[in-house]
């Protein structure tokens, strides 16, 4: 097979064929002849124009793990257990509209293999479960609701397959190939194709039940794979792997770096790079923030309590739009195959608050003056004009000019919006922003990156007769597309639900006996801020905890927390040994494995023990870290009965 390159592929053509559909984003190349600025550095193609227009959607993450409770399927699950009992994708995509979502992006394919569409290619599908008796297409429904909803549709085909027998073979590569085929040809026009990183491991696979490991470069020939996708969707972006046309951010917390260039070096990132990209870098490549309205990626009945509120979403609008990426919010339909009320609530009030806030722009009536204009058609009133096809300019050696907006009186704002023309590249290195009460000019904010937008929000609500936009420093002339003021109209508070504490143990019936470190307790004390921490070298540092029960327990299993600290230098662990004794003297090990993508997700693991066991004292030993830092960190740990 042979191996096509990223530059290849643009240099085929791919890219200018787009632009004719350029439009459909709302950014358009206009140039007026001699006149406009050339493009500095990256730009980005067509589809990528179009895909940041759309900011904000949603992820949906349903299958059989929805039904066991898990976070990743082992592959051996009865298709039968896909049974959802009032599944309603006009009720999902509903309350994702709601929120101001403006996509879904569903997991047709997990990595258990578990397919929600009726392909013939494998036994492991929707059409052997009771979902409509057989004859269902849960991605069909989706993309119909979608539709109707008039929401973009976009689909998640994770590579890893625990379930097919050929996986890490050859055999495999062309059953993925012919799903990404089906999927790309029967469901209408995809906005995005998402590819999981995660990859290889221990599995079903077709009943040998062992560890497969690969590379994943190599094995898939990632090039070759987005070339497939674009052959049949050329406006959809793929996801993550170098090559594609969207990256990963760097964490599942939904959080991007300050600043996040969109651009990016030309070799596989690591998380940090992928969190605040690299200025100048030869590859558009901008960031998408994935993260869920829960702490976990499937539905789990005990986190109904821990729902994002609406106060935690304005923080995250904060951190990954207004830095200018766009953010997939996932939203884990229940056993119904529904949203569970709590998310409904909080989507519906921070979609309300939000509309309100963007809907009136405090800048509108003002009169915009610079020191510098490029010249006819390059006005400073091309920021208030709402046009993303019109942008302020100035002549090619002016790279530090200042504009004015002469506000109309009384106007009082706490949010400063700006973007910056993308077609022409990512321009401007820092900015500042200086308001004139009456009394002069003061600054007010200040930062690093605009390119698709930056919004700031100020502490307090300002009311300015003028407000500055000034240019501190830039690598070639500027070309802003807006500048827009508005208030944040604060999102109805959402109650939710009381803790579920039926079957998990409370701290006042566990002690700690004996732990590595001097921080263990902070795993009893319910708060996720504080952290048991210990260093770790090497798999040869086992950090232990041993917990004694006030009265003996018949126990189910535990959940862990993980530290929930982005970009530090600890991690979760990557395996445990659980062991159990009556009488502290004699053990016997109730389970032991890895914990499944908490390095990315630090979401909590929840570990059902295949056998119930009487226990007095609990012992946990750790082996390893999830990710090459220096110390592990685990923010809390529950037993349940």
């Known amino acids: 097979m042979s191996i096509i390159t990223r530059r290849a592929m643009l240099a085929s053509g791919l890219a200018s064929g787009l632009a004719s559909t350029a439009s459909s984003s709302g950014w358009a190349r206009k ?3 001699g006149t406009s600025p050339a493009p500095w550095g990256a730009t980005p193609s067509p589809r990528q124009l179009a895909w940041h227009a759309r900011e904000q959607y949603a992820f949906v993450h349903f299958s059989i793990n929805t039904f066991t409770d898990r976070e990743w399927g082992y592959g051996d699950e009865d298709p039968k257990l896909f049974a959802p009992t009032d599944f309603s994708a006009d009720q999902i995509v509903g309350a994702a509209k709601a929120g101001g979502l403006r996509g879904i992006v569903l997991t047709a394919k997990h990595h258990d293999g578990f397919c929600l569409w009726p392909t013939m290619l494998t036994e492991h599908c929707v059409r052997n479960s009771p979902f409509r008796d057989g004859k269902g297409d849960v991605v069909r429904e989706f993309e119909q609701a979608a539709r109707r909803a008039g929401l973009d549709f976009g689909l998640y085909l994770s590579p890893w397959d625990r379930n097919h027998a050929e996986y890490g073979r050859p055999g495999y590569l062309d059953y993925y190939r012919k799903q990404i085929v089906e999927l790309c040809t029967r469901y209408g026009q995809l906005f995005e194709f998402w590819f999981d990183g995660a ?7 077709g009943g040998a039940r062992e560890t497969r490991k690969i590379n994943s470069e190599t094995y898939y020939n990632w090039p070759s794979i ?9 406006m959809a972006c793929t996801f993550e792997p170098l090559g594609s046309d969207v990256r990963w951010v760097g964490n599942e917390d939904g959080v991007a770096g300050d600043p996040c260039w969109p651009t990016m070096a030309n070799r596989k990132p690591s998380q ?3 969190n605040a990209g690299l200025r100048n870098g030869p590859l558009w490549w901008p960031a998408e923030t994935n993260t869920s309205i829960r702490p976990g990626w499937f539905y789990h009945a005990d986190e109904d309590a821990k729902v994002k509120d609406p106060e935690r979403m304005l923080q995250l609008f904060d951190e990954s739009i207004a830095r200018g990426t ?8 229940d056993r119904r195959g529904r949203l569970a009320d709590p998310d409904v609530a909080v989507l519906q009030a921070f979609g309300i608050a939000q509309r309100a806030t963007f809907a009136d722009n405090r800048a509108t009536g003002a009169i915009a003056s610079a020191d510098h204009i490029r010249g006819p058609g390059f006005a400073a009133a091309n920021v208030l004009d709402r046009s993303p096809e019109s942008y302020w300019s100035t002549p090619d050696a002016v790279h530090t000019p200042t504009l004015v907006l002469d506000l109309p009186p009384g106007r009082s704002f706490d949010l400063v919006r700006i973007r910056e023309f993308l077609p022409l590249g990512v321009r401007v290195d820092r900015f500042a922003i200086d308001v004139d009460r009456g009394k002069g000019w003061s600054e007010i904010a200040s930062g690093t990156c605009i390119a698709a937008q930056r919004v700031v929000r100020l502490p307090a609500p300002v009311v300015a007769r003028r407000l500055r936009l000034r240019i501190v420093a830039a690598q070639a002339c500027p070309a802003i597309s807006e500048i827009a003021l508005f208030r944040q109209i604060a999102p109805i508070a959402v109650a939710l639900p009381a803790a579920r504490s039926r079957d998990v143990l409370q701290p006042s019936e566990i002690s700690i006996v004996s732990a590595s470190g001097q921080t263990a ?6 708060d996720s801020n504080t952290v048991w921490q210990v260093p770790v070298a090497s798999t040869a540092d086992r950090p232990t905890v041993t917990f004694k029960l006030t009265t003996p327990q018949h126990l189910a299993g535990f959940i862990l927390t993980p530290s929930r600290a982005v970009m530090t230098d600890t991690a979760p662990p990557k395996r445990f040994l659980v062991e159990t004794s009556l009488d502290g003297r004699t053990w016997v ?4 494995d890895e914990f499944s993508n908490i390095a990315n997700a630090l979401s909590p693991q929840r570990i059902v023990f295949d056998t119930k066991i009487d226990a007095v004292y609990v012992r946990m030993t750790f082996i390893g870290l999830a990710s090459p830092k220096t110390y592990m960190a685990i923010a809390g740990i529950d037993l349940f009965r």
């Open 326 to 333: 766009n953010l997939i919010l996932n939203l884990p339909p």
């Open 199 to 205: 990859n290889g491991g221990d599995g079903y696979y």
């Open 31 to 33: 140039p007026s002849p």
């Open 589 to 592: 090990k109730a389970a032991a």
């Open 272 to 274: 940090a790079d992928g």
């Open 226 to 234: 987005f070339a497939l996708v674009h052959q049949h969707q050329p």
């Open 521 to 526: 307790g902070a795993v009893l004390d319910n």
